[in-house]
């Protein structure tokens, strides 16, 4: 999985300078977001986005469609994803508000956002390192490039606190983020140049003790689905 991004076709390059353009400008204009000082990601984060009873009432709508977690086919082993996950009802108001806030942040079209998928890991459970951008030789870029192309920004919220392990780890670029309930963090899935970041490759590390709860939502270059 070395430097994919310059190996492939990049049909959505123009739109990912114009998103990143668009929401690198928005984060910098807000006083809540710090942004992590690394050279190689654009890699944000806001304190307490998500306020305690929101988290409790989204852990409980994980619970209620958790199953075990999937990848895209892309050369990932037996064992590199061994979460639970689910997407949450986004009609339901409750799901719409927390994801016009993200909105809001970032300056997205709603549109263009995937619905939010709630992640649950337990002691033992992790997600290898892995991109969330779209690898465009792959036979799933087909279906993705008619839903909406490729993933432009990443949004990340924790919803527990965990006694042990369940770092976010961006292994490139040697970040190491702990889960803290409420907190979010973003990053663009691009270079400044349009050309997906292979280094913004991260990894969800092991639970130790305890059990952490997030969920993520994916923005696309256009309306998606």
Not at 27 to 54: G, N
Not at 129 to 146: L, M
Request: hydrophobic letters at 35%; proline letters at 6%.
């Amino acid at each position: 999985m070395t430097e994919l991004a310059a190996t492939a076709p990049n049909p959505d390059k123009a739109a990912l300078i114009r998103v990143g353009k668009m929401v690198r400008a928005r984060l910098a204009a807000d006083p809540s977001v710090h942004k992590v000082p690394v050279k190689r990601a654009e890699l944000f984060a806001v304190s307490d986005f998500i306020t305690p009873a929101e988290c409790a009432q989204l852990i409980e709508m994980i619970d209620r469609v958790a199953q075990p977690s999937r990848t895209f086919d892309h050369g990932y082993g037996v064992g590199h994803r061994t979460s639970y996950s689910g997407d949450v009802d986004r009609s339901a108001p409750f799901v719409r508000m927390i994801e016009r806030r993200i909105d809001d942040l970032l300056g997205i079209p709603h549109a263009y956002g995937e619905t939010i998928q709630g992640q649950r890991y337990l002691p033992g459970q992790e997600f290898g390192p892995h991109s969330d951008w779209f690898y465009t030789r792959a036979a799933y870029w087909r279906e993705e490039k008619r839903r909406g192309g490729q993933r432009s920004w990443t949004a990340m919220a924790y919803l527990s606190e965990v006694e042990e392990g369940g770092t976010t780890d961006f292994t490139r670029i040697g970040v190491s983020i702990p889960p803290q309930a409420g907190a979010l963090i973003v990053w663009n899935n691009a270079r400044a140049d349009g050309m997906p970041n292979d280094d913004t490759m991260h990894a969800g590390t092991p639970v130790v003790r305890g059990a952490k709860y997030v969920i993520t939502k994916w923005y696309r270059t256009r309306e998606w689905g």
